[in-house]
């Protein structure tokens, strides 16, 4: 079966910049897709396909995606940015498969 | 807007079934899938399925084939999804969302959660 692996924690300073990392066997060769959610609500959609963005968004949200590695990439981080963020793929062993989610903490 | 709203919260015993509805608005519910994904307290994302609104036809997690039931009814633009043989360990959030094209497998419109409590 196909997994996903993600730190459970990433800090970042208040208007510097957070990446959270998304590993996988060969995960550049899937679209990978991540999700923001904050405590009692539901996940909402912040990259989908690797880099692309919802309508909105910020433009302070990114992704890319490459080789073992996917990333999404926080830029100007603020305070309401904290949050659980999950990445997303489907594999034909799989299907729909989640990494266990990084907790982002703005300091 | 679009928008799935959810069935209110079940407490359930052990070994019962819980029916779970989702009822979409806004767009044409049989031109996207629906997807079902669970939430254990404190814990990660979990995936359980898909139903394709149109056809009918569903993709269970393999975890859940033999307990879990997705069905629909297009004349009410709404998805149900029913676990059986509930047990404690399926105390969780449930969440539907929509799937944002056709086997992207991204889920771009969430529904706000059912919570279901499993509890003698």
């Known amino acids: 079966s196909y997994e996903l692996t993600q730190p459970l924690s990433v800090s970042v300073a208040l208007g510097q910049t957070a990446r959270i990392t998304c590993g996988g066997n060969?995960?550049?060769?899937?679209?990978v897709h991540w999700y923001q959610q904050k405590p009692g609500q539901a996940p909402v959609l912040v990259i989908y396909?690797?880099?692309n963005r919802p309508s909105g968004i910020p433009e302070r949200f990114s992704g890319s995606n490459s080789g073992n590695t996917a990333t999404l990439t926080i830029s100007r981080a603020q305070a309401g940015d904290e949050a659980d963020y999950y990445c997303q793929v489907w594999d034909s062993s799989t299907d729909v498969v989640f990494g266990g989610g990084t907790k982002l903490t703005v300091l | 807007q679009v928008q799935l709203v959810q069935s209110g919260a079940e407490v359930k015993k052990p070994g019962a079934s819980v029916k779970v509805s989702c009822k979409a608005s806004?767009?044409?519910?049989?031109?996207?899938?629906m997807h079902w994904v669970r939430q254990a307290p404190g814990q990660g994302l979990e995936w359980m399925g898909r139903i394709n609104p149109n056809s009918g036809g569903t993709n269970y997690a393999q975890k859940f084939q033999g307990r879990v039931t997705m069905t629909r009814d297009t004349s009410i633009s709404t998805a149900y999804m029913e676990l059986s043989r509930l047990r404690s360990d399926d105390t969780a959030v449930y969440y539907c969302a929509r799937e944002g094209g056709p086997d992207y497998y991204y889920m771009d419109v969430w529904g706000k959660g059912t919570t279901v409590t499993v509890s003698s």
């Open positions: 806004g767009y044409t519910f049989t031109g996207y899938y």
């Open positions: 060969n995960i550049g060769s899937k679209n």
């Open positions: 396909r690797d880099s």
